[in-house]
């Protein structure tokens, strides 16, 4: 893993993920509580606009991210369906050196199964909560999440001082790996990219580049399922970028991680060809 | 009051709200005004999502989230419709040592009502005005208040040279106020949280725990209605969180503020059952 | 020309513009990236919410911003349809001492079309590159734009370290120019202000009181094309702001940039009336 750079009384940013929105108070209200606790931390936004109690676009979104973030950053996710009711509430450590302060609810899927988790720590509530929210149970974000992450991404607490280390099952959310089998690739639609309408799958490069004769300009065979359901089947070119095949027309490319893509060069793939993503949207990519 | 805990001299939380969305140069226009005065100062975003000329929206945002900011923090509320006609514009310090720069809209309405008001002064234009902006009547946002605010957040005038103390009556909005009757508490739907369209009211959980026989679990009266229409009437579980009631039921619990409010669990109650907020928005809640 | 007053080793605001939305990891990898390559750099936005590809509403809403804030501010723009074909990488430096990394097709139109742009220099991306990224090609903002930028507002390469001067042509959009005309005032109209429906023009009050008889209050005659059809015609008063009209009530009045702007106190010009921008919208202006 890589050590942490920083030591125990430096300032590391502060990153939150929410699906609160940008028009409520409750984001601003956990800033401030941070601010409250150090005013000197630098606190940053990945997004709020996490669909409300979708833990798998969180955890797609947070896993998108980390890494071009300092080692030491602390994120501070809150898409917390659960909030209140029994469910742990934990640090990670990542390989990579970033901390990750959440709900145990499918948050780390893609995290823990590309095993780059180096410790888990369970958040000692009665040493880690905001004085007097005792009997608040609808925002931990507030009361939990944001006022621990603020005392470690300030140096005021240790990443030993969170709590115990937790060496069980985390909760992960399940779906359709990435293969390759008989020239044909396959996998899921992870997402659709908000606001250009691409799809992202989970198919690396390196599955892909499997594929016999694969070149810039090659056609390829795709087709796209709902469960058994037949949703889209076409011959698209695999280009370099968006801007080498022609306006409106899609095409196949590898995104800015790494991964598959479909889009439309400056359109709208999955408007115009009504297709989604989650588990249920599979994938199929061959030659002709 | 609460006596901020910075000298002169020393750089204070900015924090803007606006009616300005985020897709226009208004937000980043006056965040340049203000690190052009001194590229130093450190601003936030409470939100710019409030709906357009909504200064009750803007005065419940406000109201929830300057508590948990630390003492001597200045918020800048710019929801304005009345910009360039005759209308007072304010700097008040409230009891626990924040401050306040807003057009006297309406905006201060809670925080009068709760008695948090320490003390009000009118900002003096004539020496508190972006210079070259005489003839600009459209963008005091700009051109007075982020101008304002910064200088005091940045120690550059003290609160005293702000302008004169103004002890008159200041703009307020009417709604029924929350109160506990027979057995019944009735008050305001303040309005519907956004994105997960929660029911927020103005009834604290002091009045409803005068409600006899109450406790977690136990099954509570509650009828809606928008002005003296009935919009809704059911009995709900009154729980201890989102969480202990059924997926997709709806249910009574205390907000992360103190207050009464109805949701849905991972559900949106507005949607589901048509309900609003605002001035004409009562409800009901006692025992069965 | 403003000299940058900040030297080679200072830290200089970054601000981001971009048509990535707010949901996606986008914008937070490109600060993740801009902190790693300095942690002490301080990044804003402008907006991310440009409409998707939208070159001329990014021009706009930069031309609208850049002025406000101080010398040396480093604006990314990454509103970047042609990502990964060739198209020039530049930095520009304007008169007023703002840097602008942008790809160049079309954001500059209007810093150009004013005489303001000091210098451009294309980014050398032998040496400007995140390092790694060469095999991807669909996020520049990310692996060269918010890379160099952060270089050169945190002051770890000067100006000249971007890259060779460019002195040839570079990529405008086309529009009607503003004019006046036998007493009448014509000119574009440039875009529909968000979220409040204001028109604005690129009529400056400079022509506008070349309309004989010009005063608070009168009435004038206002045409709307959009192309050659007649969308909208009526005479409107001239007011100093929107409260001088009667509310709901369309008026004109000039905006906070010295544009003239049609609106509707407290209401909504471009949606009552149906009213878009951009450049196939012309309007005429003059005495009744």
């Not at 302060?101 to 958040?123: M, Q």
């Not at 089947?233 to 893509?261: C, H, K, N």
């Amino acid at each position: 893993m890589i050590v942490p750079k920083y030591n125990k009384y430096s300032m590391n940013p502060l990153v939150l993920m929410t699906d609160f929105g940008l028009k409520e108070h409750f984001v601003a209200v956990m800033k401030g509580v941070a601010l409250t606790i150090n005013p000197e931390i630098k606190i940053y936004d990945l997004t709020h606009l996490i669909s409300p109690f979708n833990t798998w676009e969180a955890a797609l979104t947070l896993n998108n991210t980390i890494g071009y973030w300092p080692s030491s950053t602390v994120f501070v996710s809150v898409v917390d369906p659960g909030v209140g009711t029994e469910r742990r509430s934990i640090i990670t450590l990542t390989k990579s050196g970033h901390y990750i302060v959440t709900p145990d609810n499918g948050i780390l899927t893609f995290i823990a199964d590309g095993g780059r988790i180096e410790a888990i720590r369970v958040i000692d509530e009665t040493r880690h909560r905001r004085p007097e929210s005792e009997n608040y149970n609808t925002f931990h974000g507030r009361d939990i999440y944001i006022y621990t992450g603020a005392k470690l991404a300030s140096g005021m607490i240790t990443y030993e001082d969170v709590g115990p280390l937790y060496s069980g099952e985390i909760v992960k959310i399940g779906y359709q790996k990435a293969k390759f089998h008989k020239g044909v690739v396959q996998g899921t639609i992870m997402k659709i990219e908000y606001p250009f309408g691409n799809l992202v799958t989970n198919i690396p490069y390196e599955l892909m580049r499997q594929i016999p004769g694969l070149d810039y300009n090659v056609k390829l065979y795709v087709e796209i399922k709902e469960k058994s359901k037949l949703r889209y089947e076409e011959t698209l070119p695999y280009v370099r970028s968006y801007g080498f095949a022609a306006a409106q027309s899609p095409l196949i490319y590898i995104d800015s991680s790494g991964y598959t893509g479909i889009a439309v060069n400056k359109g709208n793939f999955a408007k115009q060809y009504q297709i989604a993503g989650g588990h249920d949207w599979l994938i199929k990519i061959g030659m002709v």
